[in-house]
Every structure is written in C-alpha cells, then in structure tokens.
C-alpha cells in the first residue's frame, strides 16, 4: 500500500530552505536498483530514510523492473556463474564497446566490486539462476534473475520495508534546493499538491531522461517523435536538468541514446524485453521505399543489434521492414507479436505496406547476389552477396522459400548517456570539487562508465556498486560512524 | 434429460470460467518471448520449449503447474500494464476446464469444480442413509462394528471408492491420448513420482518456496501444508488398506490395540491431514484469489474443508471411542469419507493425479529432448 506523505506541506512561493524540520538523514530520489540499493545500506548504517518514487505501486523500479542480468566478473565459480571471468577480461569487453570512452578507475572499482555484490544481493532476497534458453553466450559472465528485475525489485522493496525506510510512491522530485554544493531540501509532487521536503543528505538515482521526447527531440528533431521507449515512462530526466542547471558537473554525450530496433508494433512505453527482435541478420532489411540500407549480415546479433536503432531511426519516418523465409524462421528467439506472412513476397510486401514493385525488385536483386555455400547461423559463416550495394557480408541466403515472414522495425530507446559527473565515493562534483551531501548512483551516472556503447548487465552492476557506495558514504556522513567495515 | 442437453444448458453459463485458447496463445506467446521465469518451474521449462501453443500443449503446460503465483509477482507485465498477464490464473482456468472436459459424466466434474452444494448434499444423503441403517444410533457408546457389521462396511465403500477410481483412470487416459502422451516407460514414472513426492516444484524451483499468502514474498509454508495433507492422506489410506489386509488375509479383525500398524498409521496421518487442511485453508484466505480459478474457488474450499472433516472425525473417533458420542461421530465420519470417496475423481483431488501425468509426460519429453 502507498503510504500517505505526511511532510510540510509547502507552496513554491512560500518555500523558506534552511527553515522547518528535518524530515530524515538521508533522502533518495528513484526507487530502481540504484536508489533501492543505496536505501537499503543507508538505512543498515543507521540512518533515517526516505525514499520517493515517482511511479505507482505497480510501476515501482524504473528500468530495472525490465531487466535480467547482472555481469559479475569472478576468478571462481559463483553461485550460479561457473567458471571464471576475471577483471582484466571484463575490463576489455569494456574497453571494446566503449573505444576506451570511460574512467578507468571507477570502471575497474565496479568490476572489482561486482561479486561482493553478487554475495550481498544474495543476502538482500535476490534470487539467481542459470542463463536463460536462449542466452547461453552470457552463461559465463552474466547472473539472471529470477523471475527477473521485477523480482528483484519487489527483494528490494521488501527489504526497505523490514528496515524502516519510509517509501512514498506517485512523489515527484520537481527540484532540488542546493547552494554551495550543498543541499537542502526538495520539491517535490505528490497527487497534485507541492511539497518541500528536507533532509540532511540526498541520494541521486532518477535514472536518465529517456522517457523525455521533448529532450531527445533536442538532438533528435522531430524523428524522436516516432520513438519507442523500451522501458518505464517515468524517467523523464527533470532532476538531471535541474542538477545540472544548479551546476553539477555533466559527463557523457548529450545526444546520443542506446536505442535497438525493436518490434514496431510495441506499446509507446513500457514494452520491456519481449518486444526485441532477433531476425535481422538472416534476413533482408528494408526502408519505407523498399530499398536495402545496410548490411544486415556485419556482425553476430549481440555484437550488431544495438547499431540498428540508430541505424532504423536514420531512414524515413524512423521505420525499416525486416523479412525472411521459412528457411530461417526458428533460428531467431520467437517475437512477441506474430509476424505478418504470406506465400507470395507481393502480398507480404502489400500487407507490410510497403511499395510492392520496388520492394520485390529489392529482393530479387538480393536474392540474385547471393551464391551457394555454407551457412552456420551461429558464427560468421562468410556466406556473402556479390556485387550488391550495400552487400550482405553473411548469412546471405536467398529469399526463395515461403512462407515468407515480415516484422516492422523501429528504434527502441533503452537508455541515455548523459548524466552526472562523481567521484570513487559517488559524491557529486560541483566544477570538479564535492558536494558535500549530495550523491548519486545508477543511470544517472553511468556515462561516467559507460561513455559509449553497452555491456549487456553492466547497468546494473554499476547502480548496484554505486548505489551501495553512494548508501554507505551518506549513512556514513549524517551518522558520523564509518560503516565500511559493516 | 440427456447429457448432452445438459451440457448445451450448461455451456450458457460457463464463458465466465472458461479461458479460451487465443488468450492462452497471446499470454504464452509473451511468455516465451521473455523466459524471464524460466527458473520457477516445470511449466516455464515446457513454456520455453515452444515458439506457438496448440491446445494440447497448453493442457500440459496447465497440468504443470502449481499455482505458485511466483511468475505472477514477478511479472512486469501484470495489469495495468497493457499485456495483462496473470499465468497463474490462466493456468488454473485451464487446469479445471482439462478435469472438467476428461473425467465423465462431465456434468458432475462440472458441479463439484464450482458448486458447494453436491458436497453438502452428498453428506446429508449419507448421515441421512447411515442412521437409518444402524437404527440412528446417535448417542450410543457400542464399538464400531457393532454398529455397523465389517462386511456391510466393505459393501457400501468398495462400490465408492472402485467407481469413482475407474471413472479417473478413464479420465486420465482421455487426458493422456489429448496431450500427446507416448506409452509410460518406468523411468518416467520414477521420475515423476521423485518430483511428486518431495514436491519439487513446490519449491519454487531455486528453494525459495513460493508467493501465496504472502503476496510477493517467498514462504514455504504451503509446500509443507500440502505435504502434510498429501503424506497424511497417504497414512490414512495406508491404515485402511493395512486393516483390510488384517482383517481379511490374517483373520484378524479390528479394533486395533494403539501399538498396531493401522493405529500408528491412522493416528499419525489423521492429525497431519487435519492441520495440513487447516493451513490450506488458512493461507488460501489470505491469498489473493484473482491468482486462482475464481469461479472455483468455493468448491476448492468446500474440498479441502471435507478432508479436514475426514481427518478431523477420524481422530475425533479415536479419541471418544467409548464414550456417548462416538455413535454421531461414527456417522459423521463414514459419511464425510463415503463423500470423499466420490469426490474423489470430480473435485480438486484429481489434480495431484493430472500433475503425476503431466510429470510422466514432461519426463518423456525432456528425455526425448536429451
Ligand atoms: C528493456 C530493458 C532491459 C534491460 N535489461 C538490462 C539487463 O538485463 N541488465 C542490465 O544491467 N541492465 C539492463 N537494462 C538497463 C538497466 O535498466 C539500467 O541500467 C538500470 O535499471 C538503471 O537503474 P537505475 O536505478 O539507475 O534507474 P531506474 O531503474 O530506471 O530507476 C529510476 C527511478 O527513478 C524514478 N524517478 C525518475 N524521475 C523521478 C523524479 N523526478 N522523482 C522521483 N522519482 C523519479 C523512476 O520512477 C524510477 O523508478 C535494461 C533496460 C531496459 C529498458
Ligand atoms: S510471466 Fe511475465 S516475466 Fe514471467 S516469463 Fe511470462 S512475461 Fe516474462
Ligand atoms: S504459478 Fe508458479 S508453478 Fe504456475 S506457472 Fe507460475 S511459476 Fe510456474
């Protein structure tokens, strides 16, 4: 049950900071995995918290209700992670995906850090299992969840409870009162009324700004429009801007998101992970024309998928046309919606909406490029297109079998990069100098990691590491008792 | 009336608890896409074996399952959200249509699935039938079989309790040929009776146990309230059947003395019966019933209060034998297990044997899959 806020009441005009009680030690703003992290180890340090979040009950925990897997790097088995995945080779699959964009300090301290925190989810309720059907790549290096990020939200959340941590659903924090890197209280809104509400530390863990396509249409134009959101709607970025706009320091790209191409037909909001879509690389991608765009073949999927949100969000109204025959169908984990099929390519094309002469042609010339040889679809086979522009560089087999099958493709916005700058204690800086009570953990300062691409899990390793940190320092500042031994 | 006008009278009524099959395909086809609950149990394990999900394949998955709500709680697409998914109820839907359709005459599955009164009725019938055969002794301290000679006992329950049970292997094998099932080898029996018997599955597949009473946290008290009610059935049955053996292959009729084997069986598996019931219920009172067969709810209920009434007389028996009640009690007893008996194949109890044939069938199709 949602429980009634029962802090002053305050008008924005007659907002006095520094004047009226305290309400608790330590203030989190974000009930995701970060800021359920860092409640639970402030509150284990001894202080009195509050928790706002901005979603009902049923949408509690932001993003991470929608994820798996958690990437744990470990020089032995582990609970369900077997074998070993030391912190030099995580650091390089780092290094990899992010063309060295990150920090190397605070990136190793995560990777470090991540099967301590493996041990003490555990502790918090977490369930584990074995990868899923279907992921064994990330056997080795990933712990899913059971029953997924819901779960173990619904862990964290429970845990809060059992500790006493005050949690106030449907509270938006609108903005923050800081001066001279210090805070004082916030703004916040909860069922239509403003209230100002003091503590004497605030954790920072709203997630990013994803959800905002008045902010994405910043970089994006009106393109953003035609944008899914993959994950929660209430991650609209408001106390980002106003950290920022108070003076924090920024880190990552403010343009860029991580967007895959998704199912076209997924709720707006919200669709989660079902609404994925595996087909590219056996099949033939086309835009709103008809027309081929980019190899579909370049690379495995999990290496690939993540280029083409941006990629779909790059043609004509944000929208591409992926289509394969009966040949490939079982080789893709199954959609969530039933793909459009038909025995003939003029009336899938038809039904797809797509211009029906251009569009065969598109294929026959594809299928015309492609030659015999052998196809393995779990590595590159080399199985390439001749003479085609763009060329198909594997997997490249003829459309000639029907039923032939048709998904429509859109981009599907999973995070942004911009955030906020911390240090190794995930304090706040303020033109490089500390806040003194103010921290943040999770998405909201990741970029500082995570400067480009993904690592599939890596999200919530870093809002975990983070988000216990960012807990422990605050506990420990309002308490005074150092905790790290705890 | 015939039975099929019955059931064309019936079928107006029943939309409201049927789930139909796209609903199953739409819920399992989300399912399957996400395999975020692979982990709970052995229905998700099938779920992710299948990309599309005949009506065959959804009976089995449904007979899997155990009502743990795990992958409810732990579902990001529950209402509000648009998807609406709630497995559990599905499968429970579906769980009962199965009985319903397989075990004949289907009119009466269909009664005592959803309706409380063919239990009542039942019972009355007997305590009316039972006085009037022993003269409705009902204050009177006479030993039982005084009462009621041994072998009038054997002539009304064996009919009761033969009949119903041919009316579930029937059932069962109707529900065996739907699913697909191959002919049972005895690994796949081992197999499955392994799982039935620790109530694997009722872990909640990595220990944890699982989401009943108490909403999204883990318990594991209804894995041990069921195991309790089903090793307390067991004893009691076991009882019944030792002093069968006594009385007729070594001529050695009851009363036992407490020392015996039909005593300690009885004894023993009357009480874990009764406070297994008694738990059940409990926690079903506490459990969110949009998660279950809502419309079936009350019979499921009246069920489980009738084998608490059978263990719950039966220890009572014992305990009063020789006093002024024991008569009344006698009654009461005979005619809530006589109702029992009938039960049997028509009212919950048939799902621990539809689960024991889904085990059989998963066993068979994962070792097919090895
Ligand atoms: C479909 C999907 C699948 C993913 N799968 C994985 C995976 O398997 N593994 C992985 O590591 N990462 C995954 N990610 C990324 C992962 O979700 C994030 O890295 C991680 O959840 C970030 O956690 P967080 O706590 O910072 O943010 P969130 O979990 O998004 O939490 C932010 C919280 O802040 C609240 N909030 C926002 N604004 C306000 C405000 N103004 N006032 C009050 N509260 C506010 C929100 O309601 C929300 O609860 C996935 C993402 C998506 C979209
Ligand atoms: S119940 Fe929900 S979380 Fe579980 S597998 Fe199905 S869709 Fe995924
Ligand atoms: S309710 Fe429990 S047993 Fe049934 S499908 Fe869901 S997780 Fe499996």
């Known amino acids: 049950m949602p429980k009634v806020l029962d802090a002053p009441e305050a008008d924005l005009s007659l907002v006095t900071p520094g004047v009226g009680p305290v309400t608790s030690d330590v203030l989190v703003v974000g009930g995701g995995n970060a800021g359920l992290c860092a409640a639970i180890c402030a509150a284990e340090a001894g202080a009195t918290v509050t928790l706002l979040e901005r979603a009902p009950v049923a949408y509690r925990g932001g993003n991470s209700r929608h994820t798996r897997n958690f990437r744990c790097s470990h020089e032995a088995s582990l609970g369900v992670l077997s074998g070993q995945y030391r912190v030099d080779e995580f650091y390089d699959d780092l290094l990899r995906v992010t063309k060295g964009n990150t920090d190397e300090a605070l990136a190793r301290m995560v990777i470090r850090n991540a099967p301590e925190s493996y041990q003490w ?94 902010w994405l249409a910043e970089a994006w134009g009106d393109a953003a429009k035609n944008f899914l959101i993959r994950g929660t709607p209430y991650n609209r970025g408001e106390v980002l801007r106003q950290m920022l706009n108070h003076g924090a320091d920024s880190i990552g790209d403010p343009t860029q998101c991580h967007a895959v191409a998704i199912d076209g037909r997924a709720p707006e909001y919200d669709g989660g992970i079902v609404t994925r879509l595996d087909c590219v690389p056996f099949s033939v991608v086309l835009n709103k024309h008809g027309e081929r765009f980019y190899d579909e073949g370049e690379d495995v999927w999990p290496k690939r998928y993540a280029i083409w949100g941006r990629l779909v969000a790059a043609q004509p109204d944000q929208v591409a046309y992926s289509i394969v025959d009966e040949k490939s169908r079982e080789l893709f984990m199954p959609s969530v919606f039933p793909a459009m099929s038909s025995d003939s390519l003029e ?100 970029g500082n990691i995570l400067g480009e691409g993904y690592l599939a899990g890596f999200g919530m390793t870093i809002g975990t590491v983070f988000g216990r940190i960012a807990g422990r320092e605050a506990g420990q500042y309002v308490t005074g008792v150092d905790s790290s031994e705890l | 009336m015939s039975p099929e006008l019955i059931q064309v009278s019936y079928s107006l009524k029943i939309d409201t608890v049927t789930t139909d099959h796209a609903e199953a395909q739409r819920q399992l086809g989300i399912c399957t896409s996400c395999r975020y609950c692979e982990g709970y149990c052995a229905a998700f394990k099938s779920v992710t074996r299948h ?48 009985w319903e359709e397989h075990i004949q005459p289907r009119v009466v599955t269909r009664h005592m699935q959803r309706y409380i009164w ?69 690994i796949h029996v081992k ?74 069986f009885g004894v023993s598996g009357g009480i874990l019966l009764t406070i297994g019931c008694a738990v059940l219920i409990y926690l079903k009172r506490m459990a969110d019933e949009g998660l279950g067969s809502q419309q079936r709810q009350r019979a499921e209920y009246t069920f489980t209060t009738l084998l608490f009434l059978v263990g719950l007389t039966g220890l009572l028996l014992y305990w009063c034998k020789g006093t002024s009640v024991a008569g009344g009690l006698l009654i009461v007893h005979l005619s809530v297990v006589a109702t029992f008996f009938i039960a049997i194949p028509y009212s919950k109890m048939s799902h621990g044997f539809f689960r024991l044939a889904a085990l059989c069938r998963e066993s068979q199709l994962s070792s097919r899959a090895l």
């Open chain 2, 51 to 98: 990309r599309t999900f005949d009506v065959a394949t959804v009976s089995h998955i449904a007979n899997l399952c155990h009502n743990c709500r795990g992958c409810y709680y732990a579902c990001q697409y529950t209402e509000p959200h648009e998807f609406s998914l709630n497995i559990p109820a599905l499968l429970a839907n579906v769980r009962a249509q199965n």
């Open chain 1, 347 to 446: 009336e899938l094309t038809e039904k797809l909406g797509l211009p029906v002469a251009q569009s065969v042609k598109t294929i026959k010339l594809f299928n015309d490029a492609c030659s015999a040889g052998d196809f393995h679809p779990t590595e590159l086979d080399g199985l390439c297109t001749t003479g085609l522009e763009p060329e198909k560089t594997n997997w490249a087999r003829a459309l000639d079998t029907p039923p032939y099958y048709g998904y429509e493709l859109r981009p599907g916005v999973t995070f942004t990069y911009l955030g906020i700058n911390v240090d190794d204690t995930a304090r706040v800086t303020f033109d490089g100098r500390q806040a003194e009570n103010i921290w943040a953990a999770g998405e909201i300062m990741a």
């Open chain 2, 191 to 264: 197999e499955a009776i392994a799982s039935a018997a620790t109530m694997k599955q009722l872990d909640g597949g990595q220990g944890q146990g699982c989401n009943y009473e108490a909403g999204e946290r883990y318990t594991s008290i209804r894995r041990w309230a069921h195991q309790a009610t089903m090793y307390g059935f067991l004893l009691c049955f076991l009882s019944t059947s030792v002093a069968t053996l006594y009385h007729y292959l070594f001529n050695y009729p009851a009363p036992y003395p407490f020392f015996s084997l039909p005593k300690m």
């Open chain 2, 118 to 186: 063919p239990y009542v009725m039942l019972t009355a019938l007997f305590v009316l039938l039972f006085s009037v055969a022993v003269g409705a002794p009902w204050v009177s301290a006479l030993p039982f079989y005084s009462l009621i000679s041994h072998n009038t006992m054997v002539l009304i329950f064996l009919p009761l309790f033969v009949l119903p049970v041919i009316a579930l292997i029937l059932g069962l094998r109707r529900y065996w040929k739907s699913i697909g099932g191959k002919p049972l080898k005895l």
């Open chain 1, 121 to 214: 989810m555990s502790r918090q309720g977490v369930i584990f299992q074995p990868s899923l059907s279907g992921t064994l790549s990330l056997s080795r290096t990933n712990a899913f969840f059971l029953g997924g990020g819901k779960a173990l939200v619904n862990a964290y959340y429970q845990r809060c409870e059992d500790l006493g941590v005050a949690i106030h659903y449907n509270a938006t924090v609108i903005d923050l009162h800081i001066e001279n890197n210090r805070f004082d209280g916030a703004l916040i809104e909860v069922e239509g009324e403003q209230r100002y509400l003091r503590a004497s530390s605030v954790i920072i863990a709203a997630g990013g700004f994803e959800a905002n396509k008045e």
